[in-house]
Nanobody, 124 residues
Framework: QVHLVESGGGLVQPGGSLSLSCAAS????????MYWVRQAPGKAGEWVSN????????WYAKSVEGRFTISRDNAKNRLYLQLNDLTSDDTAVYYC?????????????????WGQGTQVTVSS
């Protein structure tokens, strides 16, 4: 059975940092492109970042470029997202997702696998 389990969310002040992690199981993690997608209250999903299968390349939404860093550890079946210089606009539930190729999407149904999400709240 496939599982994607995110962790590391929480409440942080503006300008602060968080480290998110996603533990994968039940599929061959190293064969999948991995993604972070977020959804703010009352808003549609937003692709944040993705990384290729061996971790050698990554891409970011303009809204987070330069502040967020995605990485993966295929030996540990883990995906990470480092969030720095956070603002209130980053408040959302952050989901990790997987698909076998590198096309980004904001839509949950377009991914092969999807986690349960972790809440990130940026507030003073």
């Amino acid at each position: 059975q496939v599982h994607l389990v995110e962790s590391g969310g929480g409440l942080v002040q503006p300008g602060g940092s968080l480290s998110l992690s996603c533990a994968a199981s039940g599929f061959t993690f190293s064969n999948y492109w991995m993604y972070w997608v977020r959804q703010a209250p009352g808003k549609a999903g937003e692709w944040v970042s993705n990384i290729n299968t061996d971790g050698s390349r990554s891409w970011y939404a303009k809204s987070v470029e330069g502040r967020f860093t995605i990485s993966r550890d295929n030996a540990k079946n883990r995906l990470y997202l480092q969030l720095n210089d956070l603002t209130s606009d980053d408040t959302a539930v952050y989901y990790c997702a997987a698909r076998t190729y590198g096309a980004v999407s904001d839509m949950r149904h377009e991914y092969d696998y999807w986690g349960q999400g972790t809440q990130v709240t940026v507030s003073s």
